[in-house]
Structures are given as C-alpha cells and as structure tokens.
C-alpha cells in the first residue's frame, strides 16, 4: 500500500521525535537501527526510505531535541534557566531533559554533522539566554555572552557530574546544591 507524502512526513517526524527521546535515555551507539524503528513502530526496513544512515538521523534527531529545549528556553529568565536546568527533577528525566546533558559526550566522538547541530543548538541557547543575562551599565562588549557560556557549561557539567552518580547517592544532590547555589549567587556579581 502506498502512503501518501504527506503520511511519509508525518512518520519521518514520528521517527525522529522517537529518537531523539531514545538517543537521551539511551545514548547514539547504545541503541541500534532496528531498535529505534520498533519504539517508533516500524519495521527496520522502513528506516532507509527515509534517512541515508543513522548518523544521519542522530543528527537531525539532535537538531530538534535542541530547537525544543531552546524553545523551552526562550520563556525563561536566566534565574529560572537555572532554577529549572540544575534539578533533581531534571537530572532523573533523560528521556525529555536537555540534549546537551545528554548527549554532548556522544556528540564529542561523532560526526561532523552531528557536531555541527550541536554547535548550532549551543549556540542559539547561549544567544538567546545571554541576551537575558543580568549585567551593570558598566559592562564590557560581550561579557553577557561570556557569562553566559560560563554558566551553560557548568548547568551542564552540574547534569552530567550528578547523573553519572548513582540515583539515591547524596553526592548527585550535592553537586546539584553546589552548582546551583554557586550559579545563583554569580547572577549578583
């Protein structure tokens, strides 16, 4: 039976909204083709009608889970980015938490595609938080952009550190407490 091109679209969404969910969980090389087209509901051989190579679809899934984490985003102070980014909450939700957390050292010994959307999305996040960030009158040419990547890449780090823990360990909610507290008190400087 033949789909229409408008169905054929509507499941390639399908199957990268599905795997940018299971990359999360699960990281790039820890699930494989067939495994991504069974929790998107289609058959293996299905996949290359729509994506030339998972490094392909890895990329593309990248590139939306981190337009949407943007999005998220682009409604928060700077306070509330950090609020709600370094949290237990967070920490526990690979499956919908942020793709930097969850995939950066993935990303690191990929592609030069998938490094690409991840640069792309890195940098929107820190254009669209630094734009927010609180600095005097007195502040030097791009030194809200700095901070910004300052405190990106510690919210990140903070995720990591903490999920590498085991779950129920007080080290994973202290290193959360920590760098929470500390990016907190550096929004004040």
């Known amino acids: 039976m033949r789909v229409s091109k408008a169905q054929a679209q509507a499941n390639r969404e ?20 067939a495994d991504l087209m069974a929790a998107a509901g289609f058959t293996h051989g299905g996949f290359y009608k729509h994506f030339a190579s998972k490094a392909d679809l890895m990329a593309e899934a990248s590139a939306n889970s981190l337009a949407h984490s943007l999005a998220n985003a682009e409604a928060l102070s700077v306070k509330d980015f950090i609020d709600l980014y370094v949290s237990r909450e967070h920490r526990d939700r690979r499956d919908t938490g942020c793709t930097m957390a969850a995939l950066c050292g993935d990303a690191a010994r ?24 609180p600095t005097g009158p007195d502040a030097a040419p791009g030194e809200a952009r700095q901070k910004m990547i ?10 990591t550190l903490s999920r590498a823990c085991p779950d129920d360990s007080a080290l994973a909610d202290e290193i959360l407490a920590v760098c929470h507290g500390q990016m907190i008190e550096s929004l004040s400087e």
């Open 150 to 159: 300052d405190l990106l890449a510690r919210a990140v780090g903070a995720i």
């Open 14 to 33: 399908h199957i990268v909204e599905t795997a940018s969910v299971v990359f999360r969980e699960r990281g790039f090389d820890g699930v494989g083709v």
């Open 110 to 133: 990929q592609s030069g595609d998938l490094k690409s959307a991840f640069a792309e999305g890195i940098e929107h996040m820190l254009q669209t938080l630094g734009e927010k960030y």
